[in-house]
């Protein structure tokens, strides 16, 4: 807290945060100096500093049930692990390619009213399904899930809108994007990943990551780009 003349007062403190309460320091200033001292015009000035330790992750809100609520408007029952999905066949044919393989072609499951999908993540599934329906949309915490089911399903209207979030707004860094971008085949990520490497550093980043993914023309790209530093240092000389 600032006060007259740049005087100034400083407290920190350690808390665990369970409930909505408030959290603060008992002894932090006494009410008369703070008044004396700290009250300009009626005003306080305050810089308050939060370092996040640690956070556990809680459950976000659901934004369209996809239970048995469903059940009267749904022809088909998805399960992934224990979770039962009411969708309906045309919709999500429509978005996909495997869906309409697999509801409409000659599979036994095309029969069934029950089947089970392996591979995937319920609540990532959950954020599949909201996406597609136009409930909700991609964020940082839900992008490489939706990515994983709209790649494994042949999804492209939710693989565009997830290669768009990591183009234009994701806060990962290059390695990490450039990792997506490989294992699911996003070109358009792919270069804005290449052209954000401005260094030999920065090529180091992306060799030590070992990608498993890493293909043959995004190595050449790299080699060219080592080659383009080393022939801009020579010229410095």
Do not use: W
């Amino acid at each position: 807290m600032v006060g007259r003349n740049n005087k100034s007062v400083i407290k920190t403190d350690e808390g665990i945060f369970k409930l909505r309460k408030g959290h603060g320091v008992a002894d932090f200033l006494k009410l008369e100096d703070m008044k004396n001292d700290y009250l300009i015009d009626d005003k306080l000035t305050c810089e308050v500093k939060v370092e996040i330790l640690k956070m556990d992750l809680f459950k976000k809100e659901t934004m369209r049930r996809f239970d048995e609520s469903q059940k009267d408007v749904s022809d088909v029952v998805l399960v992934v692990q224990d979770t039962k999905f009411y969708v309906q066949k045309m919709y999500l044919a429509l978005q996909s390619s495997y869906f309409k393989t697999l509801f409409f072609g000659k599979f036994a499951e095309s029969q069934k009213s029950e089947i089970k999908l392996n591979g995937i993540d319920p609540d990532d599934f959950q954020n599949f399904l909201e996406l597609i329906h136009g409930d909700s949309f991609v964020c940082e915490d839900n992008v490489d899930g939706i990515l994983q089911v709209a790649d494994m399903y042949d999804v492209p209207t939710a693989i565009r809108k997830c290669e768009e979030f990591l183009i234009d707004y994701s806060e990962k860094d290059t390695v990490e994007r450039l990792q997506l971008a490989l294992r699911c085949n996003l070109e358009n990520l792919k270069n804005d990943c290449l052209s954000e490497i401005k260094s030999v550093p920065d090529i180091e980043a992306i060799m030590e990551a070992n990608l498993p993914e890493m293909n043959l023309s995004t190595s050449q790209a790299l080699l060219q780009k080592c080659i383009d530093f080393a022939n801009k240092g020579n010229n410095r000389k």
